[in-house]
């Protein structure tokens, strides 16, 4: 092997990420689905790591969802989205980092239809002047927020309290990892590694100690495919998809499943239970599931953050399982409350998922 | 079991490990022109039997090569042995004889 000539064949798959001074957008479905995943990016990157990460009540959904639903044309969302980028040159910022993977996708669709078609610009520059009064401005950067982690991923590797290592044995945990598909399958040099090898997920996990699953399925779509999943008739499509994956992976015995995007750890979560309760089967051990997380959940959990604190009660599948593999240490009488020790309530016990 | 409205469907995947792939290779042996076939799906277009029943040597050879067996001769029972998808082959198969062949081997 001619190792120069892989380190250029690599080079052309790698993504230029700034360093600091970002405009970040929130998802709209995500602070539903993992409630504390965003505010844990805000306070990893602002706190912890003490960058410049800049956020806006003014901001609004990317119409991506009513976009993807067939419900707007895409003029309409690449308007929103043209005021979205206003408002970033509005409070001086150059880079834009999005919370979403549908976003960011659609991001790079607006973006490369711009560049395409200039007078396509030249009238959502018009229409946003005329509804908003706003200076029509593009990024400089566009990068998604697991870009962030994933270039800090060493910064937050040296400040951390576990790593993804099983306490009792020793091993590195086994990682599946699972990259939405609007990250780097439509448009491969936005993404770290492209479309054929996305790195994003997978440089955090070997950063943070744990083992990546090579399965069959691994660039398969959870299935969510916003009209498969937004039509109920429809829904068998996507819980199909989900299935094909989980009997994919069920032989490498994983431990956890690690996502970037906001429709993927939902499905993947909550289609466990359809499954244990429609097929009777589980994935996991002892009639538990593989519980899924998003990357910041993760990188939390690695710094030591509550599991409580980062929302992981909301998840469908027990953590429980994973946090004493990794010997984090919680206190199950307060899972279900929320601020203030205030009782959320608990959720009703399914029948065959653990 | 709670019924939700919807369900998983059947898989399409294919286990290529789980299958029998050695009486294919048998195939190969006695008939090494089967490797050549390109899908291109000339046998299936002048094919006088698909007119009314489903006949197909190029999704034949597929299956075959899939492990699905009986999907496989389920599209060659209707086979006439007429000859023209031997004649219009680009490949210079002689799909005629491949039938026979697999009859041969996969046939009860």
Redesign the interface.
């Known amino acids: 092997m001619i190792y120069e000539g892989k380190k250029k064949i690599w080079a052309d798959y790698q993504k230029e990420i700034p360093e600091d001074h970002y405009f970040y957008v929130r998802s709209c479905i995500r602070q539903s689905f993992f409630p504390a995943s965003e505010a844990t990016f805000l306070d990893i990157t602002r706190n912890k790591l003490g960058k410049d990460i800049f956020e806006t009540k003014h901001h609004t959904t990317c119409g991506g969802i009513a976009y993807h639903s067939d419900a707007i044309p895409q003029e309409t969302s690449m308007t929103i989205i043209a005021r979205q980028f206003a408002l970033m040159k509005k409070y001086g910022y150059e880079n834009y980092v999005c919370s979403c993977i549908t976003s960011f996708g659609l991001y790079c669709e607006t973006l490369e239809t711009w560049r395409e078609y200039p007078e396509l610009q030249q009238k959502i520059a018009d229409n946003l002047w005329k509804s908003c009064r706003l200076e029509f401005a593009k990024p400089k950067f566009l990068v998604h927020a697991s870009d962030l982690i994933f270039k800090y991923r060493m910064q937050i590797a040296a400040k951390s309290k576990f790593k993804l290592v099983n306490q009792k044995t020793g091993e590195p945990l086994r990682v599946v990892e699972h990259i939405g598909c609007h990250y780097s399958k439509m448009f491969p040099s936005k993404g770290v590694g492209g479309a054929e090898y996305p790195y994003v997920l997978v440089g955090m996990i070997e950063a943070w100690g744990g083992q990546i699953i090579d399965y069959p399925?691994r660039r398969h779509c959870c299935g969510f495919g916003f009209r498969q999943y937004l039509i109920?008739?429809?829904?068998?499509?996507s819980?199909?998809n989900t299935?094909?994956k989980f009997?994919?992976m069920e032989p490498y015995k994983p431990d956890m499943i690690i996502t970037n995007c906001p429709g993927c750890p939902y499905f993947l979560d909550r289609w466990q239970y359809?499954?244990a309760?429609?097929?009777?089967k589980t994935y996991g051990e002892n009639g538990h599931g593989i519980p899924v997380f998003t990357y910041e959940e993760v990188a939390g959990l690695v710094m030591g953050y509550d599991p409580w604190d980062l929302g992981l009660q909301t998840h469908q599948v027990s953590v429980e399982p994973l946090l004493d593999k990794m010997g984090i240490p919680y206190d199950p009488a307060k899972k279900y409350l929320g601020r203030n020790g205030k009782d959320l309530g608990q959720p009703g016990k399914p029948?065959c998922l653990k | 079991?709670?019924d939700?409205?919807?369900?998983?469907?059947p898989?399409s995947?294919i286990n290529l490990d789980s299958v029998d792939r050695e009486s294919f290779a048998a195939l190969a042996k006695l008939e090494p022109d089967v490797l050549k076939c390109m899908a291109c799906g000339s046998c299936s277009a002048s094919c006088t039997a698909s007119q009314f029943e489903p006949t197909s040597v190029r999704r034949a050879i597929l299956s075959l090569q899939n492990g699905q067996v009986e999907q496989a001769l389920d599209l060659l029972k209707g086979c006439m042995m007429c000859g023209k998808c031997t004649m219009v082959c680009p490949r210079g198969i002689n799909t005629r004889h491949l039938i026979i062949s697999i009859q041969k081997i996969y046939g009860k």
């Open positions: 399925e109920k008739g429809n829904r068998g499509y819980v199909s299935h094909k009997e994919s359809v499954i309760e429609t097929q009777g029948h | 079991m709670i939700f409205g919807f369900s998983v469907s898989s995947r």
